[in-house]
């Protein structure tokens, strides 16, 4: 029987936001439109997302007299991650 | 356009392409190896010279202000420069790599390593050379092996040979073998980094 994947993870720009921060410490905003290429307000529709699911932590602060937003994954966020990776697996390999 | 219905093999192709794209850019780096190369080369060879001069003239009771005066000034302008590289990169820094973090702490600690081998080996009344080239060649080596870059881990790794050539070589020229240990180990593949590509 298959688990029904994470919907939150389950998003082409959601589960590429989610990657990045698995394997950083923080990232800021830019660096994500810039990997990502996609438009700002769809990437804080997603962070809004993930951020009131508790997967991700966000902090603003300023940056040269400009807002600058950090992110970083929680604990609970890679928690779901590495379960919807494993989910993943499970569709690929059934075994 | 970004769409919800993925497939697992679009799922996986996503997590792979985020990670492999995450690529710190390490040549910022070789900024902090270059300091510190040219800064300690300077320094050994700058002692060598104070040694042969104040020998000479027979004025060996000003060998050791003049060593201490020429090590303490030179540190203190590379951590002054290093503390405004630092600060620069901070500036325009986007992300903040996990690895980036052992590493500094790896060189802290390094750091502390070094200050207490050199503390030890003034007690003992030994040389400090081989310790502390043992101390570089730990951190250079592991430095090279996690960033992935052969000729910082090559470098490390020749710190260890000058280590045990300090043995061989009579205390006239230890500041030369020095300079050319920290050469070898630091400035060749600091440039070496900061040419290779992304």
């Not at chain 1, 389950?10 to 698995?22: C, G, Y």
């Not at chain 1, 508790?54 to 604990?75: H, R």
């Not at chain 2, 992935?148 to 205390?171: H, N, Q, W, Y």
Request: net charge positive; glycine share 6%.
């Amino acid at each position: 029987m298959y688990k029904e994947l994470d919907p939150l993870l389950h998003s082409q720009l959601r589960l590429a936001i989610v990657s990045m921060l698995v394997i950083s410490k923080r990232v800021e905003f830019t660096y994500i439109k810039e990997q990502t290429k996609a438009a700002s307000g769809n990437i804080s529709i997603q962070i809004k997302k993930l951020h009131e699911a508790g997967y991700v932590e966000v902090e603003k602060t300023f940056k040269n007299n400009y807002p600058k937003t950090m992110l970083s994954i929680t604990d609970k966020g890679v928690k779901a991650f590495e379960d919807y990776v494993n989910d993943l697996k499970k569709y690929i390999s059934p075994k | 356009m970004y769409k919800n219905d993925l497939t697992p093999e679009e799922s996986f192709k996503i997590i792979g392409k985020a990670i492999s794209n995450f690529k710190t850019n390490y040549k910022e780096s070789a900024k902090i190896f270059l300091l510190w190369g040219w800064i300690l080369t300077l320094a050994c060879f700058a002692q060598f010279f104070i040694l042969k001069i104040l020998q000479s003239k027979e004025a060996y009771e000003q060998i050791g202000l003049f060593s201490i005066g020429n090590w303490v000034v030179l540190i203190l302008i590379g951590f002054i420069i290093q503390t405004l590289i630092v600060r620069k990169i901070n500036k325009q820094k986007k992300m903040y790599s996990y690895l980036e973090g052992y590493i500094k702490s790896l060189w802290m600690i390094a750091v502390v390593s070094i200050f207490v081998a050199f503390i030890i080996s003034i007690k003992l009344e030994i040389a400090p050379l081989p310790i502390i080239f043992l101390i570089a060649g730990m951190g250079t080596t592991t430095t090279g092996l996690l960033i992935r870059f052969k000729p910082l881990a090559i470098g490390g790794l020749t710190f260890f040979i000058f280590s045990i050539a300090t043995t061989f070589v009579s205390s006239e020229y230890l500041n030369l073998l020095a300079g050319a240990a920290i050469i070898c180990g630091h400035l060749i593949p600091g440039y070496l980094l900061k040419s290779a590509k992304e």
